[in-house]
Each structure stands twice: as C-alpha cells, then as structure tokens.
C-alpha cells in the first residue's frame, strides 16, 4: 500500500516533468510563429546553443557586445559559466513557463543549450528606446525646474527619488490590464502618509478588471470615487517637482509605465489652480497670481451667461450710458443674445479643438485665421455684437489659466449648463445653477478625501496654502485634510541668530 | 428606535450649528417683516425683536435641556416622554410643521420672484426646479446640507453693502419717538416678527448629526443671536430710509430698498439681490424637508427618498392647483399663530414632563 503510493507519485512526478518539458519547447515553438522571434544558434566546441530574442524589443548593440562576443571566450560551455561570465546583473536560470514567458516578453534574451532545452538563462537587454527628459509642455513654468516625465518609469521614479533621497520612500510596483501588462508604481514616503489611503490606492488598481491601460489619464478614470463628474479628481501632472511636493505633503503618487504623466491622490479643488512656481516667488505675488487665477476661472464661467441673462431680461440692471454702447453693437443683430452667444462659443471650441490637433505651425496660422478673420468678419456681418466677442475672447483665453489641463477642460464645458440656465430665467437661472455646482462639489470626494476642503469642511489650517499661499513660517503643519502620521513640517523652534529687532537699527 | 444613532463618518463639527441656525432663521423672513412689524410696534419694533430673540433664546436652551437628559432627536423625545401613541401623534404633528415650513418658503420665494421678476412663468416650474434641487441636496445626506447652508451663509452677507448704500438716503429723526407704543403693541410685535425668528426649532431634528452636540450650544445661541442683531439692523435702517406711513404700504421695504443702487455699470440692484436670495432660500427648504422627511423614515422606518418624494409631490401638486397668493395666505396663518404656539407651548411642556419623569425615576 505505502509502497505502491510513493511509486504512483514518483509516476505524477514523472508526468509533471514531462509536461512542464514539452511546456517550454512548446512555447518557443508558438514565440517562434511571429517573425521578428530570433532563435540564434550558435556552436562552442562541440555543444549547441540557441539565443532566443524578439528583435524587436532588445538593444542589439548590448547583445553583440555583452552576450555573443563573450560566449567563444568561455572555456567550457554550461548556463552557470555565461551567467557568471556575463556582464549584465539580474539574470536568471530557470524552467518556469511562466517567467520565461513574461521575461522575454519583457525584452531579455533565453540562451538554452542543446544538451538542455528545458532549462534557459535570462538576461536582460531590453533596449531602452523612448525620448530624452525634455522640458514640460504642458506645464511650463518659467521659474522653475525645466525637467518633465518621460514615459519610461525607471526615468520617471528616478526623477522622483533624485528629489526625495530617503529611504522612507517606498515605491510598490503592480501591474495592471489584462493585454497591456501596463506597470504602475505607486508612491509614498512611509511615516507620513496615512497607510489607509495608500491601501485604498493599492486595493482600487488592483481591483481594475479593463484589457489596456495606456495612460495615466487612463487609469486615473478608473479609480475615481465618482464617475460622472467633469472635474479631475486626481491631479495629472509632467513636473516631477510636483510630485516631489506632494509625496512630502502626506499624498500618493502614482507613475504609469509608457505614461508622461503621473497622478497625485488625494486632490483638493483649488489644487489645481496651484503652480509650482507660487513656491518659488515671494507670498505676495505668488497669492495675487493664484488669486488672479480663481478669478480667472471664475470669470470664464459667468462672464458669457451674465451677458445673456442681462440681455435677455434684465436691461434695466444697466445704467443708461452703458446701456447705449450696447444697444448701438447690438441693434443690426437679428439673433436672441443665446443663440449669438453659443455662436460665437462654439467657434472659439473649435478653433481651440482645431488648434490642438495640428501641427505647431499650422495652428499659429489658424488662431490669427480664427481669431481675427473670423471674428472681424462676424462682427461686421451682423452676426454678433463687438461686445460679446470681447467678453467670449476673454473668457477663453481666462480658461487657459489654469496649470492643470483637465481643470482647464472642466471649465470650458461648465459654461453650457449656466448659458442654458441664463436662457432660461435670466440671473435666477445663473444663481440656481451656481447652487447645482456647489452642491455637486460638495458631495464629490477624491479617495474618500472631501474635494471642496478646506472651504468645506471648513479647516482654517488649510487656507494658509489655498487662495493664497503665506509664507513659509505658516507651513508648520501638514494639511489636515491628509490625515498624515508626522504632522509637522518644521521644527517648532525660535529662530535664535536670524531674528531681527525692531529697532529701526538702532 | 429610541436612539437615532448616526455613523460618526456623518456627522458635522459642532460650530455648523451657527451656520444651521442663522441660515435656517434668516429666510424669506428678511425681505417682508418690516411692514407687519411697523404697524404694529411702529418706532418701537426694534424693542419686540430684541424680545423675539430672547425668546428664542430661551426656548434653545430649553431644547438642548431636553437632549441633555434623553439624547437622540425630538421623534424620540416625544416617544419617551409621552408614550408610543401619544408620542407618536406628536411626531407626526412635527412633521407636517416641518413640511408646512419648507411649502411656506418656497411657495413665498416663488410668490417674490413673480412680483418682481418673471411673472409669467407658471409657480409649478419653479416648483420643480427647487425640488430637483432639494432632492440632490439631500441626496448627499446632512452632511451636504450642512455644507450648501454654510456656503450659502459666506456667500450671502456681502449684500448687507446695499443696506448700508441706502443709509445714503437716511433720516435719523425717523427713528423718534421711542418707547411710544404700550406693552401690548410690543409683544403684538413679537407676534408679527415670528417669521424672522422661527428656524431654531430644527435643531430638534438635526441633533443627532452634530458631534459632541453638547457642546454646539453656544454656537446656536451664537446664531440666534446673530440673526437678532441682523434683524434689528435691517429694521432700524428701514425705520430711517423710509417714513412710517410709506413702511407700512410697502410689502418688500428690504427689496424696495436695494433699488436705490446705482454704480457706474450696475443699477436696480433688486434683480441681483432675489436671485442671489434663492442661495439663502435653498438651504431653508432643504433642511425643512431634510427634518419632515426625516421624521417620517424615523417614524414608519422607511428609506428617506420616499417622504421626500412624496412631499416633493404634494408641493408641486399645490403649485399647480393653487395661485401661490392664495396658499401663502393659509400658510402663513398656520406658521405664524399656531404653529408658533405649538413650538412655543409644546417645549417647555415636554421638558416639564421628561424632568418629572425624571426625577421620579430617581426618586
């Protein structure tokens, strides 16, 4: 009985070695199918070897130089002697199917002997093909760091970890898309961020069940608290600093492979009106420009439906000089204030929409095509009033303010619904649809994190780096907001050397 | 039943009780109150707001005495005081308060915006659009009500700049005689400012939601008594801007006011003050009927969408049928003597019996 036990396991052994080999010919066999699948064979003294590749995912330079010019060196031939021999760290002996599968998807190369197929040595020469770290576009800032992210993620952790040396820096790498095996490193610094919001961000990544990932942008929809809303929830940013910032602020970061763009979670509203640059003025023109710029935003939304509502039922709101400025633009017009209004919104959409699908050059022609010819020549058709075009003008340009592009979409299409609104019951309808707005943001949340915060809940801790950004000397505690572990930012002590006296020097 | 446990994870800090309070007290009140009270208390009306707000005072103090001794809401108070039955009659009379309040608000910002603004549009389309927003505020739960009445709170108070335009036009004589009026004109007064004064009650309702609610009550005396000076503030610059006998012909001296106005590219400030008036009337109709609906889903235990959506139709179903002049008339009468009594008289009566109960369970 016991006997004949262990003889029928030996059997199953036997089996699985027998499957597990055919397992690994096989697989070369259906790698082998595609054509740009290199099985090299080679001869050293008497044995055969097989480098097997895809051409097209390794550096061949690094093959000729590290691997195929150093195998005739060696004096006896067996894996263990290339491995050692070799130059390259991280290499592998191994039979799994699944690994070799996943390594030489990865771009290394499986070098097998013919005395074994069964067993390969992995080394990996993936070619590392992909752009330079160049200056952000998206981004721009004037002063400060002209560094970007790249779409390669060992570039773009590197930047970030140039900028917080630490070991307290964790990086957890997880892969995510059933066809794109897209990698994603998520980002924290251990002891100040809350574990539950890196949990979360671990436990929503993996729980995304979609074949590709291709961006950031991409999973960042994914793993948002609220689907149906126009606003980002978490931040997509190229600049490598602000992710430097954040991370040490108590957020997650997350960087995508193949991916330009990083995101930061959890986000609050008026961080994205936020510069990185506000950190390198002094407070006050960095507050007046962020102020500048929510003003801005604000502007860009109300202007056009006010003109609407104003024109279509409340002429009386304005004084009777102004008014016959606006009348004298207005009398040749056959259209209602709406209908001009979406005319000439709409076109600005499309020259934007038409501008960021073509090249550079062609898309400076057509801003001054759009923008001037069109303009003008609507103007004197007949077809809107000066007025409005200034008003449309400005608030486009006003949306543009904004640093982060997303934002900066969110309020180009929040227009409509007041513009409607406007239509409907003139500044009854602007203020009623002011109320959906808020309210909507209200109940929306970034990783469980309230989004409108610190305005409401309404923390006066917070404000020293919102509307306006204070000096540095209020920067002694991380945002509540964040809930970190290690609250403090500076060390509360009394300045001793640097301090002056009000003395007036005595 | 008989606690109204709320998650930690929804409740609201305590100093939103200001905001809740103020926001809740200061409604369509506001534009109106002037001519009611100056027939009545004349030069003196100042004397019966002050009394109004000490009254309210009071009766919020009596209201935390009462959660003081059984915490939860008043749907359970009531129960534990009177009885299942009688408890519950009670309850459901507090609910149909509480609707009563929030039909009685929007059905006179509808009667306001059509004076003054839009009056053909039918009051069922306003009707409709508020409830629409009432329900998704609601929908985010008293934690996003507390949050519209907060920001509807900060982003209300720079109309105050229009009161102080006026006193361009003041004339401080207006304000003499004073102490002209008996005592009985002034409670009479008293009377006719409830409208300004009514809102602190909701507090019954929202208790639950506040953390350490104990410890809100300075903060709702706070909003009490903000919105008594307010009050007053409107009333005296209305004493001095218009004259006795044009006060008491003028329906909205607050709206009538704000027309006087005028920069350089902005006049008839009126248009800009009743819409700007709908962010402080959503928040007062969103907590009415966020405390009816509410008692109702502590009371038959059903999901809270239900009374809302049922009250939502009984409102817009009055706006349909109803001219708002005429619906106004009847609920006005029903908030003003007598649901003003019922607060006024219930309170201190429940808290008389929870104390005796009390005492004799320790007895």
Known sequence: MLFNRRNSQKNLNRKDDFNKVSDIRSLFNSLSSSNDFINHQGNLKGIGYWVSFYRSLIDGQELHESVLSVIP???????????????????????????????????????????????????????????????????FGIISPQEAFVEDIDINLNLVRKRLPIPELQVNELTVGSLSKTKVAVIYIEGIVEQENVDTVIQRINEIEFDEILDGSNLAQMLYDESNTLFPLFLHTERPDRIASALSEGKVAMVIDRSSSALIAPTILLEYFITMEDYNMPWVPASAFRLLRIFAVIFSIFATPLYVAVLTFHYELIPKDLLETIVASRNLIPFPPLIEAL???????????????????????????????????????????????????????????????????AIRLLRFPFLLGAQIWGLLGIALASVFLMTHLIKLTSMGHPYLEPIYPFRIKDWKDSFVRLPFNFFKSRPVNLRTENVTRQPQKQKTSKKRKNDFNE | MNQAGVNDKYKVSPFYVFFLVHSMQTGIGVLSFQRVLAKSAGT?????????????????????????????????????????????????????????????????????????????????????????????????????????????????????????????????????????????????????????????????????????????????????????????????VSLVFYSQKQLVLTIWPTLTMTSVVELPFIQRFEYIEISWWALVIIPNMTISLWAASRGFKRLFNVQQKYPLWGMSIIILLINIFVFDMDSLYILNKIINPYGLYFICLYLPLLLLIIYTKKLRKRL
């Not at chain 2, 053909?120 to 009500?145: C, D």
């Not at chain 2, 006026?166 to 004109?185: C, G, Q, R, V, W």
């Open chain 1, 73 to 139: 060196t060696l004096e006896t031939i067996s894996l263990e002697q290339i491995k050692e021999n070799i130059p390259i760290e991280n290499t592998l002996i191994t039979s799994t199917r699944k690994v070799i599968e996943e390594r030489i998807m990865r771009g290394e190369i499986a070098i097998r002997l013919d005395t074994n197929l069964d067993e390969c040595l992995l080394i990996n020469i993936a070619s590392k093909q992909g752009r330079q770290i160049g200056k952000p576009e998206l981004e």
């Open chain 1, 343 to 409: 005319f000439l919104e709409i076109s600005i959409e499309l020259l934007r929409e038409a501008a960021a699908r073509l090249p550079t050059k062609v898309g400076q022609t057509l801003g001054i095509v759009g923008g001037i010819v069109i303009g003008q020549a609507a103007v004197v058709a007949g077809l809107t009033s000066n007025i409005l075009l200034i008003i449309v003008a400005l608030s486009a340009l006003a949306s543009f303010v904004t640093p982060i592009y997303k934002m900066g979409n």
């Open chain 2, 44 to 236: 003196d009306g100042w004397i019966s707001i002050i009394l109004a707000g000490l009254i309210v005072h009071i009766m919020i103090w009596i209201i935390y005495k009462i959660f003081s001794i059984v915490p939860g809401d008043i749907i359970s108070a009531n129960t534990q005081a009177l009885g299942k039955w009688l408890g519950n009659f009670f309850n459901l009379l507090f609910i149909i308060y509480f609707l009563i309040l929030g039909m009685t608000v929007i059905i006179s910002y509808i009667n306001v915006v059509h004076v003054w603004m839009f009056e053909e549009v039918p009051s069922w389309a306003f009707a409709l659009v508020f409830l629409i927003l009432i329900y998704y505020i609601n929908s985010g739960g008293f934690r996003t009500v507390t949050g519209v009445t907060f920001l509807s709170v900060l982003l209300t108070y720079w109309l105050l700049f229009d009161l102080i335009y006026a006193m361009k036009y003041a004339e401080f004589t207006n304000l003499l005689p004073i102490f002209d009026h008996s005592i009985l004109d002034i409670l009479k007064g008293v009377k006719d400012n409830s409208l300004t004064m009514i809102g602190f009650e909701l507090i019954l309702m929202f208790y639950p939601f506040i953390k350490d609610a104990k410890t809100s009550q300075k903060y709702a005396h706070g909003g009490a008594l903000t919105t008594t000076l307010l009050t007053v503030f409107i009333y005296l």
